[in-house]
């Protein structure tokens, strides 16, 4: 058996060469408050790399402009650190993972790679196939936090 790829060399293999690992992901449709989700289609190990949640890499001012211009559905596609706008649908697998503030699976680190920063998601835990990849967007006030609520209270 061949030696395990750190997680950071794997992860800067993927951002490098701005592919996600689709023989160990699929994007598959949840519900129409969730919309699509990101899934294992293997396991991944606690600390692994998942998947870099790609982007355009804009500064403020084009941050701003850009929020007024979008629906405010949109918005939950950018990181504000800098900030990464990932509201284009462009294929890519990041994208998809949605929030889990009370179980995540995942953790958002940012890596530097030639001197521009990335958001790629490691394993928090050991992921089993078939789970959905999750992470805590943080904050508080995302719509879908009270609606999938009603969604789990109504459905039981």
């Not at 951002?15 to 969730?34: E, G, H, M, P």
């Not at 929020?67 to 990181?79: D, E, G, N, T």
């Not at 995540?104 to 089993?128: E, S, V, Y």
């Amino acid at each position: 058996m061949p030696p395990r790829i750190s997680p950071l060399k794997d992860a800067m293999h993927h951002v490098v060469s701005k592919t996600d690992k689709t023989f160990k992901l699929d994007v598959k449709y949840i519900n129409a408050v969730k919309g699509r989700g990101l899934f294992a289609k293997g396991t991944f190990c606690k600390g692994d790399f998942v998947v870099e949640y790609r982007g355009d890499l804009i500064k403020d001012a084009e941050l701003q402009r850009r929020r007024k211009r979008y629906h405010a559905s949109c918005a939950v596609y950018m990181f504000d650190f800098k900030c990464i706008d990932a509201s284009r649908e462009d294929g890519s697998f990041g994208r998809i993972v949605n929030d889990d503030h009370k179980h995540p699976n995942c953790k958002m680190k940012k890596i530097d790679i030639n001197g521009k920063p990335h958001l790629c998601l490691f394993a928090l835990d050991d992921i089993k196939e078939g789970e959905e990849i999750a992470y805590d967007y943080g904050g508080e006030d995302y719509p879908w936090r009270t609606q999938m609520t009603s969604v789990d209270v109504n459905s039981v």
